[in-house]
């Protein structure tokens, strides 16, 4: 998993589709679930709070919504907004 395009407030989490492939994910902030599961291998995350770290887990699901794979949690970290 990557994050890109992080502000203060937002970043775009990237990852590669598991093997095999999953129908969609459930993507965990500190230990919450975020809706909706996203059906592509991204997802921007907004409402977030300036220079805050954030664990990250990634659960790919298969199409009857049973877990396929679990990532291990990432750490990512807004932006402070100086330049």
């Known amino acids: 998993m990557v994050a890109s395009e992080v502000t203060e407030t937002s970043m775009k989490l990237t990852w590669t589709h598991s093997t095999p492939p999953a129908a969609s994910y459930v993507v965990e902030v500190d230990g919450t679930a975020i809706t909706p599961n996203p059906t592509t291998n991204s997802v921007t995350l907004t409402m ?13 699901l298969d199409v ?3 877990r396929n794979i679990k990532s291990s949690a990432q750490t990512f970290t807004t932006g402070s907004g100086r330049e």
């Open 64 to 66: 009857s919504g049973l």
């Open 48 to 60: 977030l709070s300036k220079c805050t770290d954030y664990s990250i887990m990634l659960t790919g």
